[in-house]
């Protein structure tokens, strides 16, 4: 049996994977500083972004949670996997062989790894029926909605035979057995065993958002198939559909990139929209929009700013206006602008591509409308204008709509469009959304339950931190050169940097994180030492450390990052050789001066002050 990885391959895979193409996979990062990237962190929910990445020192600190570590971290924190399996995932996306020490502990896994590996065998399966004789009725489902053979090839759309037990034994056949198989959701259990899911239909591979198979979903094909017409992969480890979302894996890299992201109702309105050149289009997965999915999506977009758009589009029925209704709940957590597209005819995005074309497609999101002025046809859409009593009513049902508007420039501007769109008096209109905004303010600051009190004992320790830390010059020096060190220390002079860390620091904290950089110092050359540092620094100043390593230094390029650590390297030593010198003044007085020890103390004072005209001399 395999035992325990080699240490030595840990540290080769991790040396040429690049943490910021992993993390980036799952939030949108963006460049902040000298070799530092930054994004919305993926382990706490925030509106601006505080995650820090250093692909150069392979870390990550978040500054509003305190999340650290490196990839292998992420990805056991991230996808709750083993460090073994977080190792071999890294080790096969770069083709390396990874050798296990005999004797050793058997490799740990979490069953996730062979769960991510059914699904991709179930995957591969269904798309090899598809070129079957039996899969002709799914062939010409495609066809008829638009979509080739090249675009099933494109979303791996692929076909369930009607059988029992067609994809169940393919599986078996790859070694994975019964047990595997219903943990991943693709078979059911009976009460002659166990049978395929999905039987008789066209089948989608839902991924995630780095491109592994999770799940399916699949559509009824047969008059005689008495199942729902859409069937999903039930809850499983990694199918959580309420954080899925399809298409995500294709569409992530120009959502980030354009901060536009088209949210549709069905796996064929995703495809339809891509093919059309709507490339940021994805879809929930049997379930409806929420909370979840923006998180997911907030990540990807990296909506820092107000200038990101998310663009739903609902079918004109009574199903689609409700769920635009709960998507306006909701969309107030974007920190984009939310707005609601509706196909001409109510076509949704696949019908609207069949009967007019992909540019008709396109046209879709020029049609676009605020989600707020939806919302608000929708609350007055009832009632009769043409009366007093139909105004007024529909002026307190959509007076709160106005009234949750915190934007202190468009409630006044929504005021106006309510009154224009009631026919009312603009001020009895901006009363009425006053009072709405007060009912709910009282009944935000009446919880049903009382918040929990938290007992001093079990409170957590107060972590040290960047922004706690006095602002004083010493200490200002001593933050930032350790933060130049840990980033830069590698590119500077070892000499230096030996004679900088060997000289305690004035804040207890600081000096903390300066005794473990210390002491590993003599390995800077080495891929991950300043990671490896930081896990070394005593509690409670861990933290810092990673705050050190991951805050964004004071400098416009790398050179100038380089030659202000030198420098701030040069200040540390010299405030020790002025400590020193004050010292032998001080010896001085209390000795003769004819003495060998007199002399001995001059001859030193002289060697301090060369020592430190040098250093000035270079600064």
Known sequence: ????????????????????????????????????????????????????????????????????????????????????????????????????????????????????????????FFRGQLATGEADIARRFLGERGFDAGAAAHFGVGYAPKGWEGMRDALRTKGFTDEELTNAGLVSQGQRGVY???????????????????????????????????LNTPETVIYKKAQVLYGLDLAKRDISREHRVVVVEGYTDVMACHLAGITTAIATCGTAFGSDHITVLRRVMGDDSTAGEVVFTFDPDAAGQKAALRAFADAKRFNAQTYVATGPDGLDPCDLRLHRGDAAVRGLMETKAPMVEFVLDQRIAGFDLASVEGRVGALRAAAPVVAELRDALLQPEYVRVLARRLGMDTEDVRREVERAGRSGSRRE????AAPPVTDAPDAPLVRVTLASLPRTADVTLERDALMGLLQFGHRLDAALVARALELPLRHPALDAVRQAVQQRASGMSRPGWAVEAIGAVREPYRALGGELLAADFPAQD????????????????????????????????????????????????????????QLVAEV
Request: net charge neutral.
């Open 1 to 124: 049996m395999a035992g325990r990885i080699r240490q030595a391959d840990v540290e080769e895979v991790k040396a040429r994977i690049n943490i910021a193409d992993i993390i980036g996979e799952r939030v949108a990062l963006k460049n902040a500083g000298v070799g530092a990237m930054k994004g919305l962190c993926p382990f706490h929910d925030e509106r601006s972004p505080s995650f820090n990445v250093r692909p150069q020192a392979g870390f990550y600190h978040c500054f509003g949670c305190g999340e650290s570590g490196d990839v292998y971290s992420f990805l056991t924190k991230m996808d709750h996997v083993s460090f073994t399996e977080a190792v071999e995932r890294l080790a096969g996306r770069i083709g390396f062989t990874l050798h296990y020490e005999d004797g050793g502990a058997a490799p740990e896994h979490t069953g996730r790894t062979r769960l991510y590996a059914a699904n991709a065998a179930a995957a591969e």
């Open 445 to 448: 600051q009446a919880p049903d």
């Open 196 to 230: 395929d899911r999905f039987r008789g239909r066209v089948v989608w591979p839902i991924r995630d958002v780095t491109g592994q198979v999770i799940g399916f979903g699949a559509r009824r094909l047969f008059d005689d198939d008495k199942g729902p017409k859409y």
């Open 558 to 613: 790398d050179a100038e990052a380089v030659s202000s650590t030198t420098d701030l390297a040069r200040r540390l030593v010299i405030r020790g050789l002025d400590g020193q010198k004050n010292e032998l003044l001080g010896a001085i007085q209390r000795v003769p001066a004819a003495s060998d020890e007199g002399r001995e103390i001059r001859m030193r004072l002289r060697e301090l002050d060369a020592q430190r005209q």
